[in-house]
């Protein structure tokens, strides 16, 4: 076991030692290629934990507040100010519905398409919210190949430009192609963990807004029904 742990840091070691070598082969182009991608990778990771960080606090207050918001007899005896302690989007809806359903008209009854409003207006915004700064993610994921492939092509064309008449060895292209390679896998892997990872914030987006779109509809519903 302790052999094979070494082989195995040995081989780690070597690796990126080999990694290095190919980062100072690589020619300038390549060198900021490559400092660019470790840039992207590094904003991706943090979007990612905070969106990560943001649904699960989100999730925690939407079912913290539903439920009191059920437990009311009335949905008229909601008032912003029993529920402190940090809004959701659940109270964010309710707040601008409530709203709406106290302008009465001259008969006195609630304008039913004034609620409605309220509700698609604070579900935009809480859309908004949740989808921001995603595009960042996916045009990181649909232009971190390209970047690759643009410093590869561009270390490989320097490699052969710089051979000398009358042909060249492998020994001395090697460097330079290797060099030039290594910005399409760091290409590959910034843009691949980052794919999987959007599609999960993506999915995880929709899930919340359909159950935002589900609390809204039975929230309109509980209004017109209760208002007498």
Not at 51 to 73: G, M, S, Y
Not at 134 to 142: H, Q
Request: hydrophobic content about 45%; charged content about 20%.
């Amino acid at each position: 076991m302790i052999l094979l742990t070494s082989l195995d840091s040995s081989a780690f070691i070597l690796g990126s030692a080999g990694l290095i070598d190919y980062f100072i082969d690589s020619n300038n182009a390549g060198k900021v290629v490559i400092c660019l991608l470790v840039v992207m990778n590094c904003y991706a990771l943090s979007l990612m934990w905070s969106k990560h960080q943001l649904f699960k606090k989100v999730n925690t207050k939407n079912a913290r507040d539903e439920k009191r918001i059920n437990d009311l007899d009335n949905i008229f005896q909601y008032d912003d100010a029993l529920f402190s302690g940090g809004g959701s989007p659940y109270l964010k809806i309710c707040s601008r519905a409530m709203a709406a359903a106290r302008r009465t008209n001259d008969k006195g009854s609630i304008r039913m398409n004034y609620v409605e409003n309220a509700i698609k207006r604070a579900l935009s915004e809480v859309g908004e919210e949740y989808e921001a700064k995603m595009y960042w993610l996916a045009t990181i994921v649909s232009g971190a190949p390209f970047l690759g492939l643009l410093g590869t092509v561009w270390g490989v064309m320097d490699a052969f430009g710089t051979m000398e008449s009358g042909g060249a060895t492998i020994e001395h292209l090697a460097p330079g192609v290797s060099g030039a390679l290594l910005t399409t896998v760091a290409a590959l892997c910034v843009a691949i963990p980052i794919v999987f990872a959007y599609n999960g914030l993506l999915g995880t987006a929709r899930s919340c807004m359909t159950k935002l779109e589900n609390f809204s509809s039975n929230l309109a519903d509980r209004i017109e029904i209760e208002q007498q």
